[in-house]
């Protein structure tokens, strides 16, 4: 049986974000925006309400066709999320935390 090694991290480094809660941040944005509830958007999207809040607040991992759905529901497309997405990553300071309402993830340059 093999050893696991463990990964080393900087002490120094906090968590970065994942990606879905990234991704939740920028849709909920965009639907703030076009001020549509969740309902509203959902059923465009054809998921359920509960559905796309949890995909907002970052519990769900979902599908690329799934993404596609709520990015069509809001007149965008994947690839301006997927760079909506990047362009935060980049842009973002040595420690900003991109948390709304589940702790505290800080982004390290």
Do not use: C
Not at 63 to 82: C, F, K, P, R
Not at 92 to 100: D, F, L, R, T
């Amino acid at each position: 049986m093999a050893d696991i090694v463990p990964f080393p991290r900087p002490a120094n480094r906090d968590p970065e974000p994942l990606w879905r809660h990234l991704l939740g941040d920028q849709l909920r944005r965009r639907r703030h925006d076009r001020e549509e509830t969740l309902t509203e958007t959902a059923d465009k999207a054809g998921v359920s309400p509960q559905y796309l809040s949890e995909v907002e607040r970052g519990l769900k991992e979902p599908s690329s066709e799934m993404i596609a759905a709520i990015a069509g529901a809001l007149d965008t497309s994947l690839i301006e999320l997927t760079s909506a997405v990047a362009d935060e990553l980049r842009s973002a300071p040595a420690s900003v935390s991109a948390s709304v309402g589940r702790g505290a993830f800080a982004l390290a340059a």
